[in-house]
């Protein structure tokens, strides 16, 4: 009788995961927490969930010699309730969730990562560093990024155009925020904050608010590392982009 | 009996209609009624939580269909025949075979502890555990990319990871006792059962993938909860002070990657955050220890193996990647790698 209930309520659960990812999926959030190289993975689950789960909720012949393992015969009814109530945490919170941004003191906590200039630059490099004005995307965040950190003495007076959100640390001036960029490998877990140093007047941008700003860049310093630090010329306010995560493509073979 | 059953279906049904109503109307009455900008770090905790589960659950679930599989189609005999008998080859097997097994942490303890229950000595099934989540390609693959300028420490992680299953490995042989598996004697009724009803095994197959998941999930929520609780609460900025120093500055990163769960095709991107405060020797710390062992694997071996067995095993691979990292920080300080 209880190893009936057991089946049934495991089905039940596996019900549940397929139908969190699926909700998710659809809605668009599930790139806000798991990068889209794992997202083939999930939907894989999604479909095995659903599969096991009918054939757990199907009626089960009687009389089959059914397998006992684990903790089906030491656990009373109510801690077997337990360990399966855990189940219903990512369950509801996929269900019910709508904001999967970090909130930016959290943020805070984890620090713009340091790049460190790279010896060889995979890309061409002298790509976007010899233009007058840089424009930066997506695709080329990284790019852009890493050769200003190899050309740190040359990029004096160069415009710059970029967006992204606000980011402040306690031992930043009134004059100082970073326009930062979120970055994950995996999931939400790893995520990265990169970013530039802005100095002006910042005054009035909200933490954790989007803009893209235009500004001259220069060499300076944030936690005593050589980094480009934009000086800002215009600010103006974004909605958030459908992608707010920009994502590591590692080339295997490169 | 009668009315047992009857509360059994009431209870499933509502618990049906629950999931129903929250999967349709969830996400519109649930923001109105708890506003969690309120509670930031809650928020952030659910939100990395959720990642953290949706990320690892696909392999989870593989782990579990993998380890089903071994245990109804897979017989003693073939493993007895393919498992070299020495020690030491056996060793060098598991490592070959970690190559090869493109799975990391968490789909493959159930899977070493089923190898075990069919025989695999315990200390090739260990070496399994320490190999299998470093030794692949996607995972030399981040590192490279991650620490392009400094090679030394794609060469050191994967020098230091098989020193490390040779020594653990050989310790646990010496050392080991046989029964270090969880609850082997409700097994016996299985092996059972699967000779006398073959036309059963794919319900069984089914029946068995679905309670190893539960199983080992359970054990992987509460890991990935503290792991989250970690991960936000935890203040980076303090951790650069002590940095410097090689044997703090190692342990210290070892215990970062226990705390954190990154996944191992992840971490290293986030180690190279860390690279600037931190010397090669503790970086390395936290790239060879945190896919052993961390939080959320602690837990899901937890479920697998016996209390005395896991203990054994944190310590051990603990001292080893320590005393190991050390040496190796040494070295690469001196340019000798």
Same mark, same amino acid.
């Given at each position: 009788m209880k190893r009936f209930f057991i089946q049934k309520l495991e089905g039940l659960l596996l019900l549940g995961l397929g139908l969190m990812i699926f909700k998710l999926y659809v809605s668009g959030h599930l790139t806000k927490l798991i990068a889209p190289k794992m997202i083939p993975y999930a939907l894989t689950a999604l479909f095995a969930f659903f599969v096991i789960s009918l054939l757990r909720l199907k009626k089960q012949k009687q009389g089959r010699n059914h397998c006992d393992c684990h903790s089906i015969r030491e656990s009373s009814a109510s801690v077997l309730a337990l360990k399966y109530s855990l189940f219903f945490i990512p369950i509801f919170l996929g269900f019910i969730l709508t904001d999967f941004t970090l909130s930016g003191e959290v943020l805070a906590k984890r620090g713009m990562a340091q790049q460190q200039a790279q010896k060889q630059s995979s890309y061409d490099t002298g790509k976007h560093v010899n233009l007058e004005n840089i424009t930066v995307t997506d695709e080329n965040y990284f790019e852009v990024l890493d050769e200003l950190l190899n050309n740190l003495d040359t990029i004096k007076g160069k415009e710059i155009e970029l967006s992204g959100f606000v980011y402040r640390e306690d031992q930043f001036t009134k004059k100082q925020v970073a326009i930062s960029r979120l970055s994950m490998s995996c999931c939400v877990v790893d995520a990265t904050l990169y970013g530039y140093m802005l100095n002006g007047n910042v005054k009035g941008m909200k933490t954790n608010d989007w803009y893209t700003i235009t500004g001259t860049l220069k060499k300076g310093s944030y936690k005593g590392e050589a980094v480009p630090v934009i000086d800002l010329k215009d600010a103006k306010k974004i909605k958030p982009p459908k992608e707010t995560y920009l994502y590591e493509n590692v080339q295997i073979i490169q | 009996m009668l009315l047992k059953r009857y509360t059994g279906n009431m209870l499933l049904l509502i618990l049906l209609f629950l999931l129903l109503t929250f999967f349709f109307l969830g996400d519109v009455f649930i923001p109105n009624a708890i506003d969690f900008s309120r509670y930031p770090q809650l928020h952030s905790v659910l939100v990395v939580f959720l990642g953290l589960f949706l990320e690892s659950i696909p392999f989870l679930f593989l782990g579990a269909i993998a380890s089903s599989f071994i245990q109804l189609y897979i017989s003693e005999e073939i493993i007895q025949r393919m498992i070299p008998k020495g020690p030491v080859t056996a060793i060098f097997a598991a490592i070959g075979a970690a190559l090869i097994i493109p799975?990391?942490?968490?789909?493959?303890?159930?899977?070493?502890?089923?190898?075990?229950?069919?025989?695999?000595?315990?200390?090739?099934?260990?070496?399994?555990?320490?190999?299998?989540?470093?030794?692949?390609?996607?995972?030399?693959?981040?590192?490279?990319?991650?620490?392009?300028?400094?090679?030394?420490?794609?060469?050191?992680?994967?020098?230091?990871?098989?020193?490390?299953?040779?020594?653990?490995?050989?310790?646990?042989?010496?050392?080991?006792?046989?029964?270090?598996?969880?609850?082997?004697?409700?097994?016996?009724?299985?092996?059972?059962?699967?000779?006398?009803?073959?036309?059963?095994?794919?319900?069984?197959?089914?029946?068995?993938?679905?309670?190893?998941?539960?199983?080992?999930?359970?054990?992987?929520?509460?890991?990935?909860?503290?792991?989250?609780?970690?991960?936000?609460?935890?203040?980076?900025?303090?951790?650069?002070?002590?940095?410097?120093?090689?044997?703090?500055? *190692?342990?210290?990163?070892?215990?970062? &990657?226990? =705390?954190? $769960? !990154? %996944?191992?095709? /992840?971490?290293?991107?986030?180690?190279?955050?860390?690279?600037?405060?931190?010397?090669?020797?503790?970086?390395?710390?936290?790239?060879?220890?945190?896919?052993?062992?961390?939080?959320?694997?602690?837990?899901?071996?937890?479920?697998?193996?016996?209390?005395?067995?896991?203990? *054994?095993?944190?310590?051990?691979?603990? &001292?080893? =990647?320590? $005393? !190991? %990292?050390?040496? /190796?920080?040494?070295?690469?300080?001196?340019?000798?790698?």
């Open positions: - | 799975v990391c942490e968490c789909a493959i303890i159930p899977v070493v502890r089923k190898l075990i229950q069919k025989g695999v000595p315990v200390h090739a099934g260990v070496v399994l555990l320490v190999t299998a989540p470093i030794l692949n390609v996607i995972v030399f693959g981040s590192t490279y990319y991650a620490f392009q300028n400094d090679p030394s420490i794609l060469y050191g992680r994967i020098i230091l990871c098989v020193l490390t299953a040779v020594i653990v490995g050989l310790f646990i042989y010496i050392f080991s006792r046989k029964d270090v598996v969880k609850e082997e004697k409700l097994e016996a009724v299985h092996e059972h059962h699967v000779h006398d009803f073959p036309p059963s095994k794919w319900t069984s197959f089914i029946e068995h993938t679905s309670q190893e998941f539960f199983m080992v999930g359970r054990y992987f929520i509460i890991g990935a909860l503290f792991a989250s609780i970690f991960q936000v609460l935890m203040d980076r900025a303090i951790l650069a002070e002590i940095g410097q120093a090689p044997i703090k500055g *190692t342990a210290l990163m070892m215990g970062i &990657a226990f =705390v954190l $769960s !990154l %996944c191992s095709s /992840a971490d290293a991107f986030v180690a190279a955050s860390f690279s600037h405060s931190f010397l090669p020797g503790s970086i390395l710390g936290f790239l060879v220890f945190g896919p052993m062992l961390d939080l959320k694997n602690v837990l899901i071996m937890m479920a697998c193996f016996k209390r005395s067995f896991v203990f *054994t095993y944190v310590l051990l691979v603990f &001292a080893v =990647v320590f $005393s !190991l %990292c050390l040496i /190796a920080g040494g070295l690469i300080s001196k340019g000798g790698l």
